[in-house]
């Protein structure tokens, strides 16, 4: 479908990826309904770009549900809010599990169950959910994160497949790490030298090729990054071995301690 002329919903507006990906699909010709729970953010982010606020909190279920209602009838749906939950599994509580399962996962499945039938009954429309690389290769350290994106991956291949033929498609992206801004820049993580990274504009130039080409997967990560993922598909222990001998439990801690204050 075209971006131009249709109305979508962005969750996670007010961070690092999701303002790149707002200011795209405005630039592309979209009607914006920017959601997040900073106002303050949103509401700049909403004036410089002509969009419509809509504050909500995603680990709250009535949240969830009263944002959906609200905007039932959107053409796009950009379920790209998400938490970091990085850190080794017994360092969560209970309550922080739960967080990252409510906000990561639970609420795009909710906002998706609740904007898709009228999507259907249009004939036309589109849901891009917001994965990551960490849902393709488990990694130390992201035992929480990647079982939200792992769902994601799930999630997204199974709703597209059940709503083809409809008019609607399905697309989940999987950035790799981020720089510039959002949650990996945010971490101050000295990765290994030669680890490439990509910009949250090539995120936003992502989302809007997933719409209007109707592609069903996008990674956005420099080419040896994607094929790490994609032989921990094939040969999981072989790639947990490369990423131990490359430092994977160092940067693992550095993860953990650079976002603590995002659970
Ligand atoms: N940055 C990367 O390198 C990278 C790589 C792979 C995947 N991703 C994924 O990309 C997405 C965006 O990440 P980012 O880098 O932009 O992170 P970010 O800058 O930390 O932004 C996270 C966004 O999620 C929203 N959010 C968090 N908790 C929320 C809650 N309880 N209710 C409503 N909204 C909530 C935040 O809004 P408020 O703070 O206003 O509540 C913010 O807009 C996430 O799903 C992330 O997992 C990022």
Redesign the pocket.
Known sequence: MKVAGATALV????????QAIARRLAAAGASLIL????AS??DALAGELGATVAA?????AD?VRALAAAHADVDILVA?????ASGVLDSFTEEQID?AL???LR?PIMLAHAIAPAMVARGAGHIVI?????GKAPAAGSSI?SAT?FGLRGFAGALRAELHGTGVGVSAI?????RD??????ANVTLPRGTGTKS?EH?ARAVVRAIERNRGEIGVAPIPLKLGATISGIAPELAAAVTRKAGGDEIAAQFQAGQLD?R
């Open positions: 969750t996670g507006a007010s961070g690092g990826l999701g959601s997040g729970r900073r953010v949103l909500a909190d995603l680990a709250d949240s790209n809010a998400g938490l970091p967080r409510l906000v990561n609420a917001m994965s990551s690389l960490s994160y994106k999987f950035p790799g790490f981020i801004a959002g949650m990996f820049e945010d949250p995120v995002k």
